[in-house]
């Protein structure tokens, strides 16, 4: 860990610990001046003086800054051009989903209305920001309760800019890709409405909707459009088929999802209201 682990502070900011650990960067817990915690995204000492690995941060700095939602973690603050360039967001308590779904089993009922519906508001918001996220999976979701929030924008960017992806290069978590992504196509907002179906439907079934194995089969099954949502509830797999379509042109918004699974979470509510109402009623 060098001197990461022997430093108290970053800038104004005391470190409490690391929580995280990428091929880039480290995530510290920090605390403000205020006394509040937060998470501090750090470029590691073999990236720290890369000017490209700057701009990468910087980039993901200018899509953060547009975003504002409760579903979102917000960025607080940021130093490109300090020795050591970092960004700080808030801390976001609770598990990331993947931890969340291996610990105590998948999301059920209300609590995966309330999920899914949260987590596609946090992805309008990104992209009502002119942003595309471009990593929307278990591991970029940390939950607490039913509350999702969407976090780390390493590889995030204002859409319609220029891309460098293309045949053969992976960029995001391959499980959670849309096909068109892993064809070298230009990402766009219907790439992030695909990452956040195949993200609810872990979340409904604890199994990864491609399947595991070798990289070259999962992107095989998604290319196919082979789907794993058995044991999925309506009206969720419904709704998750829209956002898997193999035709990005044919999946909803992310705006358009947020309306139908608002109508179902208000329905489901009522009647949970009703059947209790009746229950005291009898006793």
């Known amino acids: 860990m060098g001197t990461q682990g022997t430093r108290r502070r970053l800038g104004a900011y005391r470190l409490l610990g690391e929580i995280g650990r990428g091929s880039t960067a480290v995530v510290h817990l920090g605390m ?3 006394g509040r915690e937060v998470a501090i995204k750090e ?3 073999d990236f720290a003086g890369e000017q490209e690995a700057r701009l990468r941060l910087a980039r993901e700095i200018e899509a953060q800054r547009r975003v504002d939602s409760p579903y979102v973690a917000c960025l607080l603050d940021a130093g490109v051009d300090a020795g050591r360039p970092y960004v700080v967001t808030q801390h976001v308590p609770g598990q990331p989903l993947g ?3 291996e610990a105590y089993g998948p999301l059920r009922g209300e609590r995966l209305l309330r999920f899914a519906r949260g987590l596609v508001l946090g992805l309008a918001a990104v992209h009502d920001a002119g942003v595309l996220h471009r ?3 278990p591991g970029n979701v940390i939950v607490l309760g039913d509350r999702p929030t969407l976090i780390d924008f390493g590889i995030a960017q204002a859409a319609g800019a220029d891309q460098i992806t293309r045949p053969g290069m992976v960029i995001g978590t391959p ?3 849309a096909p068109e992504l892993i064809e070298g196509e230009r990402a766009a907002a219907a790439a992030d409405v695909f990452s956040w179906a195949a993200t609810v439907a872990y979340a409904a079934t604890g199994r990864h909707p491609f399947g595991r194995g070798t990289l070259h089969g999962v992107c095989f099954r998604i290319l196919r459009g082979k789907a794993d949502l058995e044991g999925v509830p309506e009206p969720v797999a419904s709704l998750l088929k829209l956002g898997l379509r193999r035709d ?3 999946r909803p918004s992310a705006r358009w999802f947020a309306g139908a ?3 179902w979470t ?3 509510a009522e009647r949970n209201r009703e059947v209790t109402v009746r229950h005291r009623a009898v006793a």
Do not use: I, K, N, R
């Open 261 to 263: 699974l608002a109508q």
């Open 43 to 45: 470029l590691s000492d």
């Open 99 to 101: 931890d969340l779904v």
């Open 32 to 34: 403000d001046s205020f």
């Open 135 to 137: 990593d929307v999976a």
């Open 248 to 250: 990005p042109a044919t």
């Open 175 to 177: 499980a959670y890709m």
């Open 266 to 268: 208000v329905g489901l």
